[in-house]
């Protein structure tokens, strides 16, 4: 009979539970005693080197020192960096050159002097440029040289001569690498630009991972102290149970082979317990590791301060995957990746084009026998020249560059597949994300109902016990019974916390609502 009624009982809860987990509405919950305070740590721990951690705290560390966050951020640098890199494109350039050079040579012609005789010449060239690439592709050149030259053959301006030159060129593309928008001019910057802000979404990514993973394994913690703590108190009823079966043989209500069961109860509650102490200590390494907390302090026990809440949510599917599309870090990212296949295609398609480009050199000159009128002459712009250049380069066949603009091509369509790929993925997420949270919910309630009538049971048994009319291992069924009940509200409890930061994180706002900013730069 006892056992008939154990199994209607389980049976009721059952019912019960499925009762409440099909309800729409959704249902008040008060949380049991052992979940309203913040879970104590086990006995012996030193409570001065106790580490009290709350969850934001555990969340700014985390950002702060996890690895795999630090590497994205030196990832970002680089990426920022390389925009100055291409930007170099666009610095002045600046060059400076001497040249010295001499000779003994006899004449070449009669004009140079007579057969037989040695005529020494000598030279020094300095020149200073001065090179600037405008955003519009055009290319400006300013070139300063001076000579002086010294010879001893009959052909030569005089025994000492300086000249003085300054030559302003500009040159323009015309087809090839040239834009009106100016983005093929400046392609390689957009390149990196647009590499930086794809790291940005990146660092976004890896972020909201580590979030994910500090705020389960925070949860992780305080889940395994709240299982300690109810395992202690399975244990003390276990105990009490024995203490009570003892006194019950003494007086000889039951027979002393009951003492055997009492005590292979309290024996499976101490392994019970020492298993627990176990994950306790696992989940607290997990939430060291991924914070990155020095090795030096790995020994101070973690004590979470904050407690998991029961906060029933409203959020439909079509409004978080509204949310989701605005907020998504992936789909920005993938939005900058259309954005650069759009350039790279465009920038191959130029390719294509004939090179054409047209320039144009003055030049002024000054020349004397000493160096400050040779200057001087360039002020009066009378020796002066002018040339228009046109340049035309094409590859007829084009089979090269075609083929490039056709991978720029496939390249596009590609990414505009995995967008959409990313699309369903994230719907699916979203949906996925707010079943689990709903779902949650109702097991909290089915839950915490269950556990309200396993109290009641293990109530009822322990004073059919008392009347001599129930038995040791009834009364251990029951107390197994609580203690499942227990663990089952806490799993659904902090499942719940945990299907809540999932849904945040489907749709993209779960750095918004922790409020944790990003430093980008």
Wanted: hydrophobic letters at 45%.
């Amino acid at each position: 009979m006892p056992l008939m009624r154990a199994s209607r009982c389980v049976v009721l809860c059952g019912l019960l539970s499925v009762s409440v987990a099909s309800a729409d509405e959704p249902v008040a919950y008060v949380p049991p005693d052992f979940l309203s305070a913040t879970p104590p740590l086990p006995a012996g721990v030193d409570p001065g080197a106790v580490w009290r951690l709350d969850l934001a705290e555990t969340l700014q560390l985390a950002v702060k020192q996890n690895l795999g966050v630090a590497l994205e951020r030196r990832t970002l640098r680089i990426s920022n960096l390389s925009v100055t890199v291409a930007e170099g494109l666009f610095e002045p350039n600046l060059e400076l050159s001497y040249a010295h050079g001499s000779s003994r040579t006899p004449p070449s012609t009669f004009q140079e002097g007579m057969a037989g005789q040695i005529f020494e010449a000598a030279d020094d060239r300095w020149r200073l440029g001065v090179g600037q690439r405008l955003s519009t592709g055009t290319q400006l050149s300013l070139d300063f040289i001076t000579t002086r030259s010294t010879s001893t053959l009959g052909t030569a301006v005089a025994p000492l001569n300086y000249r003085s030159s300054l030559s302003l060129g500009v040159t323009q593309p015309l087809l090839r690498g040239f834009s009106t928008d100016l983005d093929l001019q400046s392609y390689t910057v957009l390149q990196a630009q647009l590499g930086s802000e794809r790291e940005k979404r990146q660092l976004a990514i890896v972020v909201i991972d580590v979030v994910v993973r500090a705020e389960a394994a925070y949860w992780d913690v305080v889940r395994a102290l709240y299982r300690y703590e109810l395992g202690r108190l399975s244990l003390e009823r276990a105990s009490a149970q024995l203490s009570l079966t003892r006194r019950q043989i003494d007086s000889g209500v039951l027979p002393p082979s009951d003492l055997l069961s009492a005590e292979s109860t309290l024996a499976q509650r101490q392994l019970q317990l020492l298993q627990a102490e176990a994950e306790i200590g696992v989940a607290s390494d997990a939430l060291r590791g991924i914070v990155n907390l020095p090795r030096d302090q790995w020994a101070r026990a973690i004590l979470p301060i904050d407690i998991p809440r029961f906060i029933p949510a409203t959020l439909g599917v079509d409004e978080a995957m509204t949310t989701a599309t605005s907020h998504r870090p992936e789909l920005a990212q993938i939005d900058v990746d259309m954005r650069a296949a759009t350039l790279a295609l465009r920038k191959a398609e130029n390719d294509k084009l004939p090179q054409i480009d047209l320039s144009l050199v003055g030049t002024i000159i000054g020349q004397d026998e000493r160096y400050a009128p040779a200057l001087g002459q360039l002020g009066s712009v009378e020796a002066r020249g002018w040339t228009l250049f046109l340049n035309f380069a094409w590859t007829p066949l084009r089979r090269a560059s075609g083929a490039a603009a056709e991978i720029e091509r496939e390249r596009q369509a590609m990414t505009t597949a995995r967008r959409e790929q990313l699309v369903q993925e994230i719907f699916l997420s979203v949906r996925d994300a707010e079943r689990n949270q709903r779902i949650a919910a109702r097991q909290v309630a089915a839950a915490a109902k269950f556990r309200e009538l396993a109290e009641k049971s293990l109530d009822v048994e322990q004073r059919k016990f008392l009347n001599g009319t129930s038995s040791n291992f009834v009364v251990a069924q029951r107390q197994e019974e609580l203690a499942a009940a227990q663990f089952s509200e806490l799993d659904a409890v902090v499942g719940h916390t945990k299907a809540a930061t999932s849904l945040a994180r489907a749709t993209g706002q779960l750095l918004a609502h922790r409020h944790i900013q990003l430093d980008v730069k």
